[in-house]
């Protein structure tokens, strides 16, 4: 397994793999990799003869009051997982790579629409943020395919919008949310949980899964989603937004809106204590 920490040695690596035919899948990481991450790396494998894993922390992603210097930093973990899953390379862009100018002064690129609606709603600036290092590390890398994970569904949409609108020549595939055995979905956040936290984590999952339920028998979506909102309070998270919506666009559904096969899907974010959870479902009627 190779490391690569600049851009010369990237680039002559990957044009080595090209002369001789291979493909190449990339996935993107902030490094503290769990099962989630190695099974984006094995979807990566089984599209790709070569796959190469960036680790980098992206300060343009993080607001002044998020967790950036405390975001788990485990390089020397992550390489044995990566060097166990017969990773080809490892890249590990830094800060000057990345911004130039700084990250405050660089150019950014952001999705329009999608970028601003949930999640970008509660954290402005953060779609930019990941927009903009995936577009970098795309230029730096030029793979032929990427993988990202469904447990971040809205930025799965934008990285495929951004591609699709600049026009860049790379497959976006997805990976299924991974999950803990009582539910709750893998994530490098959660560590931060101490352990009461961690044993209501579970709430969510399972409050989701009820929103679902209750959508399926017909419950009207308003009802449905403050019976869900009420539940995970009552359990102590502060909830950022629980919201049904159809995956396409990601636009609200309306009661005459709920169709047999309708693809529909329920994102949430939640503060437990200091950790930020997020989570969706994603079901048909
Ligand atoms: O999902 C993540 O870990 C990050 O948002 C990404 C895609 C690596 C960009 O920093």
Redo the contacts with the bound molecule.
Sequence with gaps: MAVCQNTETLRTQVARWRESGDSIAFV???GNLHAG?LSLVEIAKQNAERVIV?I???PL?FAPDEDFSSYPRTLEDDLKKLDALETDLIFLPDDTMIYPQGEQHSTFVEVPGLSHIIEGECRPGFFR??AT??LK?FNLVEPDMAV??EK?FQ?LLI?RRLVEDLCLPIKIMSGATLREGDGLAMS?RNIYLDTQERGKSRFLSAALIEFQHQIKRGVDIEKAQTSCVDVLKKQGFLVDYVTLRETSELALVSEDGISANKSLIILAAVKLGKTRLIDNLKFTI
């Design positions: 993107p990481t902030m991450h960036s980098y922390v992206n992603q943020g990941v290092v995936v590390l990202f994970g971040d930025q990285i490098s």
